[in-house]
């Protein structure tokens, strides 16, 4: 019974905590708190570990990892533990453990929690509520089934969306520019563009050759038309007085095109394949569901036939972690690009 | 300097312009708005010409016309007798506005115009030369963002210089200089101007700039502009500002512009 006096004194502790930090003369008290915090996570963490480790899993539980997630709670607990106390020796590495510390606190209460709540005293119901060290279990047992599901997931996002960013991209800057182009494009774009991708789910798939083919259609649909729409609103917002400058100057067309229309454009551009990118990730789960037969939606469909759970929350894990490091890089290269704007928002 | 003394070497006399019976309006939701009524003015090749007027009189639409932006509702412009039928890097505008690319850097930003016609490559020193000029060599690297209003104006100075034009246009290019900086620049134009022998076309609200400046003032009515006076700065440079001659002619245009009362 150790374990639990253990995780009942960390408890009280960070509630203290949290209230210090709400009190009113913060800052410095921060800056006493800011080792503390990082040895509290490190505790919460070992609470997190003993549990696993000490209590006995409920009857109907049936996992075989839970002694290596004991562990390897343990392990992190140590680790911030060490890292936090002896933040000044270990230069950034410290620094970011301490900025990142009150995350790491709640982290390891939730995952105590979260072990006692669904392994331990079955207060929440099998197999909807499966455990830390069930999910852990997926990646070890199921790892090539999801490792191939997340590889034809990237590969159909990453062509599709290829393929739509640059047609819109293309097909806005052209509509921004030319009245012709306009005159026929902007009613195509006015008819079609509204329609969610999804709606064109069962044409596709049977007039495309492949389903492959079908769902690179639909994300790049679905990626095409906000970015076409926001490099047309970009490039026809761009202000005269640019291509007055550029003009007296001896520009030719091809110039205020190319180094006058779309550099002023670009932050509208950047607006529009961000959206594209939001769009056409539900698009490709749908497609996924529903034609493919491979990748991280299918994967989930098929978890969810088979009662597995654990599997899907493990995969909604993985593609939540693919969609927001496909956003942190679409803003590593906005930002990139786009250094000499001020305030641009921070991903 | 060093593209700018190269020019002595081959001294490029600025080219002849030639404003015959121009009048122009805007349409304004169908109601026509007359801008320039008449106006006719010569500019013999490397003069300096100043235009004063009231605010709204249609002096930068002059300007506009004369760069090749528009064309003039009738009437007819030439260089050197050529008609002008359009923009050309002959005649280089500094704007009301600096309007620089805030995208590009200063250096970006002044070499502007020779990347537009193609010969960045072999001309990097003229765009170096440029912004040393102006006194912004510190500054090369940095975005329009981070300039103050005067140092963006005299980026916008430099973009034009770089071109070697054979006629400047400057629309109140010192409008937004503090007065000390606004001075220093007064005598580095005219001393560009007498290096590089540019005609020059300068709009101003400011008639002791005019007069420090010009060989001619241009004075014009309200709007629709007409040309009220037309008056020769006839005193060699360098001027001094408190010159006796340049006084008396001040009187004069200030009370052609009505504001004789108040001095
Ligand atoms: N593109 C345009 N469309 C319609 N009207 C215009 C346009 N440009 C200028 N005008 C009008 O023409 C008139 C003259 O404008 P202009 O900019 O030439 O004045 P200005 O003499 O340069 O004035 P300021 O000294 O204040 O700069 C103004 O009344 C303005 O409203
Ligand atoms: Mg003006």
């Not at chain 2, 963002?145 to 210089?161: D, E, I």
């Amino acid at each position: 019974m150790s374990s639990a006096s253990n995780s009942e004194f960390t408890l009280p502790q960070s509630a203290e905590e949290g209230a210090a930090f709400a009190g009113a003369n913060w800052p410095p008290l921060a800056t006493l708190l800011a080792g503390s915090t990082g040895l509290l996570a490190g505790l919460a963490w070992a609470a997190f570990g003993l549990v696993s480790l000490l209590l006995p899993d409920v009857e109907a539980g049936d996992w075989s990892q839970t002694r290596n997630v004991g562990a390897a709670a343990l392990g992190i607990a140590a680790a911030i533990a060490i890292l936090s106390l002896g933040a000044p020796w270990f230069g950034r590495v410290g620094a970011g453990l301490r900025k990142r510390a009150p995350w790491l606190l709640l982290l390891g209460l939730l995952l105590t929690v979260w072990e006692l709540a669904t392994a331990k005293f079955g207060w929440l119901p099998l197999p909807f509520f499966p455990p830390p060290q069930a999910i852990v279990e997926v990646y070890t047992d199921d790892l090539p089934k999801l490792a191939a599901s997340v590889w034809a997931s990237v590969k159909l996002q990453l062509g599709g969306y290829a393929i739509g960013a640059l047609l819109g991209f293309v097909t806005g800057v052209s509509i921004g520019w030319s009245v012709a182009v306009g005159y026929w494009i902007h009613p195509i774009l006015r008819f079609i563009g509204p329609l969610p991708a999804t709606a064109w789910l069962p044409i596709a798939f049977f007039t495309f050759p492949s389903s492959w083919s079908a769902s690179t259609f639909l994300i790049a649909l679905a990626t095409g038309f906000p970015v076409t729409v926001l490099t047309w609103s970009g490039v026809a917002s761009v202000s005269n007085a640019y291509y007055d400058v550029a003009r007296t100057l001896g520009a030719k067309p091809s110039f205020l095109v190319l180094k006058v229309a779309i550099p002023a454009a670009l932050p509208h551009v950047f607006v529009g394949l961000f959206m594209g990118l939001g769009a056409s990730f539900a698009v490709l789960v749908v497609a996924e569901m529903i034609g493919v037969k491979a990748g991280l939606g299918w994967y989930l469909q098929w978890a969810q036939g088979w009662a597995a759970y654990a599997n899907m929350y493990a995969a909604l894990i993985v593609m939540s972690l693919l969609c927001s490091g496909a956003i942190t890089a679409l803003f590593r290269v906005r930002d990139g690009l786009l250094i000499w704007q001020k305030g641009v928002v921070k991903w | 300097m060093v593209a700018l003394a190269l020019k002595q070497e081959a001294p490029l006399a600025g080219a002849a312009l030639d404003i015959d019976d121009v009048s122009h309006h805007f349409d304004i939701d169908g109601k026509l708005l007359p801008v320039l009524d008449h106006v006719s003015l010569n500019a013999k090749p490397g003069e300096f010409v100043a235009l004063l007027g009231p605010s709204g009189c249609g002096k930068s639409t002059l300007l506009r016309l004369v760069a090749g932006l528009e064309p003039p509702r009738s009437g007819s412009l030439t260089e050197d007798g050529r008609p002008i039928k359009g923009p050309h890097p002959s005649r280089v505008v500094v704007f009301q506005d600096p309007t620089l690319f805030p995208w590009r850097t200063v250096w970006k930003n002044v070499a502007l115009g020779l990347e537009a016609q193609g010969i960045i490559k072999s001309q990097r020193p003229r765009v170096d030369a440029a912004i040393e000029l102006v006194g912004l060599s510190g500054f090369a690297n940095a975005y329009p963002h981070q300039l103050s209003g005067g140092m963006a104006q005299r980026v916008s100075l430099a973009r034009a210089l770089v071109n070697d034009p054979q006629i400047l246009i400057l629309d109140e290019p010192l409008g937004k200089l503090d007065s000390l900086t606004r001075l220093s620049m007064q005598t580095e134009i005219v001393s560009l101007w007498q290096r590089n022998g540019f005609t020059t076309l300068l709009v101003t609200h400011d008639v002791e700039e005019a007069l420090f400046l010009a060989q001619r003032v241009i004075v014009f009515s309200d709007r629709p502009a007409s040309i009220k006076a037309d008056i020769t700065v006839d005193t060699p440079y360098p001027r001094h500002r408190g010159d006796a001659y340049l006084a008396e002619l001040r009187q004069q245009i200030l009370g052609l512009l009505g504001l004789d009362a108040t001095w």
